[in-house]
């Protein structure tokens, strides 16, 4: 099972540095349509004009290791390469 799951840092009066919350979109057997619900998430954000920082993964369920990533400040999206351990840009 995948979880497509939505960031987005919340800024505080008298805090530094911005909260993120956290909010699970979905839960899906299929990662590809997981990936597909959080960009779906990222276009509706960009869509409504936020301009807080957000970012969207696709993880296995309750895993703390993204299997892809995108965020708000551009329109790069990565993967992880599983055998080295680095993000690679999804072209």
Same mark, same amino acid.
């Given at each position: 099972?995948?979880?497509?799951?939505?960031f987005?840092?919340?800024q505080?009066?008298? #805090?530094p540095?911005?909260?993120?919350?956290?909010?699970?979109?979905?839960?899906?057997?299929?990662? &590809? $349509?997981? @990936?597909?619900?959080?960009?779906?998430?990222?276009?509706?954000?960009?869509?409504?004009?936020?301009v807080?920082?957000?970012w969207?993964?696709? #993880?296995?369920?309750?895993?703390?290791?993204?299997?892809?990533?995108?965020?708000?400040?551009?329109n &790069? $999206?990565? @993967?992880?390469?599983?055998?080295?351990?680095?993000?690679?840009?999804?072209?």
């Amino acid at each position: 099972m995948f979880e497509a799951v939505e960031f987005i840092e919340i800024q505080e009066e008298g #805090r530094p540095n911005p909260t993120p919350s956290e909010r699970v979109l979905g839960t899906y057997a299929d990662e &590809q $349509e997981a @990936v597909t619900v959080g960009r779906a998430a990222k276009d509706k954000f960009h869509s409504e004009g936020r301009v807080e920082y957000a970012w969207w993964v696709v #993880r296995n369920q309750g895993a703390q290791l993204a299997n892809w990533i995108a965020d708000s400040s551009n329109n &790069q $999206e990565f @993967v992880l390469d599983l055998r080295t351990g680095q993000l690679v840009e999804v072209e």
